[in-house]
């Protein structure tokens, strides 16, 4: 798999060192456009977008083009956000694998279930990561920011941040930084049932990063990411502190609770279930948002002892 | 969308699935001209989009036409696990020798359906201790998997085929209608071996409803939950006093974990997505306004917001226009929140800097 601090960044002394360049597709909407300019505003090196019928025209000086090959060829960029509908993902997204695309950011929710699995499977034979669908994005804070997220929320440090929700990631993000803990990477696997990068997978891409100090999970009902990730973490001997948070303890069962993946089927889901597989993993769950700075202050106690 | 089991059973049936002789009604003059057509004895079964019915008697079995004008009114007036009762479900009982478990559903950590299958049938699945499971690829089960499953649960002879046939046919209708789950508790298995479905589950990915004009016509929906829909929003209304509002899924189901923790009772969750304007927050508090039960309104956005101020100016509108007169207790996180402090000074709408505070003021707030 590719390594997705390089994908990013790119390696020191390139030059296109903390410059990679992303294409938007679906760039003159009024999403696209919108987080266009704030994720230029953050110093994301938007190289092009994508608007079928608009190509040969501009938006804030960025080219468009018709199709993501020829967005593509003329950028040579392995990185791609998407702002479409719902009903158009599948479409725009087999566009941009097919152009040689090998990061991308899948920002539309509402997106069939149906057209997320034959996306992956292509994903795996193209060797490329789908972030999303249904993610905020993903950034590495002060770097490079691919996604919808408020800026302030993030500061650069060594902590990762992986979550499913989005705003419970800038959240839980503000609060670390308020902390004086700062993130080396945040990465939104999104609200779906089923997800390109899973929270494992997320796991498996930042653990090894040298700069890592700390992980901090943030979940929610729905699903079994929670219980598989502390399962891998037992089984990996993963030392670094990590510390999770579990939002939909009051939710009733067999209701949706706003993202497609929020549901808890019997006991399947539920956050009793998680808690105590991370518990069984020694990660500490913390019942608020801002208690997850303290608790990863008291893992960095005993990391040092 | 969790399909009533009549409206499962309609779905199993297109599929060849057999299921006991039903007629489904809203009222009582419809329900005593279906009781004529099915002749007794018959079973009352409500319709609602929860398990549990049996222990609660909203499942009866009715011999006569006394009877019957005692317990289908009884039976319709139910609530069951805070669901109301949809419709009336009047169908035959059969006689049978053993009853299954089956389902199929979209397994997301290993993105592949799944079968389940039990000796044990009619009890909630969980409770059963010898379950088969079977991951079954992405597309229609095929006939070795089913098999397999079938001998696994300890069938033999002709009701072997009989399960092959219906696992069959449950796969390509959860395939070709984007099912999530669907779920048979029990089959029973009749004295001459063949199959029936006694109960029926099924949940439908809501994503691909553009694709399934078909289904739309089981849509059961609350007309709040229809205009928050309309609003782009996604409203669960619950039992407490107090209406959640935020933005973002995850964000809302933590404020409401924090609220009950403290021993607050939710109305509702509100998400009103991740972007929060004057106009989407106009819009909630719309929604709440009409509420029946609710003494105060918890507000935590996050992200996504301008300025504070313009937040502000949707609450002071909504008092303004006299959509609502409960007190707020809201926490806005973004740019000029002294100046929306200010501004909300004088209504009943409190700024607070962190959602605990917030939380604690709606607690004591809403007693009062």
Redesign the interface.
Known sequence: MNDIFELLQGKQGEPDYKKKSVIVQGITGKFGSLHTKLMVGYGTNIVAGVTPGKGGQKFEGIPIYETMSEAVQATGAKISIIFVPAKFFLGAAVDALEAGIKLLVAIPEHVPVRDTMTLLELAKKNDAIIIGPNTPGIMIPEVIKIGIMPASSFRAGDIAVLSKSGTLMYEVSHNLTEAGFGQCITLGIGGDPINGTTLIDAFDMVKDNPELKGIVVVGEIGGDAEETLAQHVIDSNFEKPIVAYIAGRAAPKEKRMGHAGAIVYGNYGSAESKVSMFNKANIPVAKRPAEVPMLLAGKFEKYKD | M?LLEYQAKQLFSEYGIKIPKGITSKNIEQGRKDAKELGFPFVIKAQV???GRGKVGAIQKCNNADEFELKYPQILEMTVK?EKVRAILLEKMAEYKKELYLSLF?N??K?CYTIIASAEGGV???SVKNQVIREAG?GDVEKSVAEEVAKAIGLKDNTVNEFVDLVQRLSKLIVEK?A??AEINPVAILNDGSILALDGKIIT????G??HRELAKFQERSELEEKAEKSGF?L?E?DGNIAVV?????????T??????NGGK?AC?L?VG?GATTESVYEALTLVSKMNKVKGILVNL???IVKTTTVASAFIKAYDDKLIDLPVFARL?GAESDKAKEMLKNTKTKLFD???AAINAAVIGVRK
């Open positions: 969790r989009p929860v398990g805070g979209l997301r950590g993105r909630e699945i969980e992405l984007e999530e789950l990915d809501d994503n691909a553009f694709r996604t669960v619950l935020g933005n973002g899924a995850g964000l809302v189901m933590s409401l974990d924090m609220l009950s923790d939710p969750f998400d991740g996050y992200g996504g996180m962190s959602v605990e």
